[in-house]
Nanobody, 122 residues
């Protein structure tokens, strides 16, 4: 069983930065961030391997967001810079209990957090 708790969301202005945290309890391999905006499907944002050596990003956030992890603290971070109004969404942390490739597919992740709201005003 894996339990994930996200934090760090909030209301910011366009161009600002925000850092999300995801505390992972239990044994997990890869951890990913997904988001779901109003009236939109859940979208892949970023993912990181257990070692931290492999990362993957969605096209819309590449170059602006950075995913990292501190296994000593059982925490995965999502640093979000140059935020845009279209980044407004509920951000979810997800964990995979299977080793292997880091992939952007929702189906590859077995456990999900409750989400944290990020709102970017123009």
């Amino acid at each position: 069983q894996v339990h994930l708790v996200e934090s760090g969301g909030g209301l910011v202005q366009a161009g600002d930065s925000l850092r999300l945290s995801c505390v992972v309890s239990g044994r997990a391999y890869h951890v990913g961030w997904f988001r779901q905006g109003p009236g939109k499907e859940r979208e892949f944002v970023a993912a990181i391997s257990w070692s931290g050596f492999k990362t993957l990003y969605g096209d819309s956030v590449e170059g602006r967001f950075t995913i990292s992890r501190d296994n000593g603290k059982n925490t995965v971070y999502l640093q979000m810079d140059s935020l845009k109004p279209e980044d407004t969404a509920v951000y979810y942390c997800a964990a995979s209990t299977s080793p292997g490739r880091v992939v952007p597919s929702r189906s590859a992740y077995d456990y999900w957090g409750q989400g944290t709201q990020v709102t970017v005003s123009s």
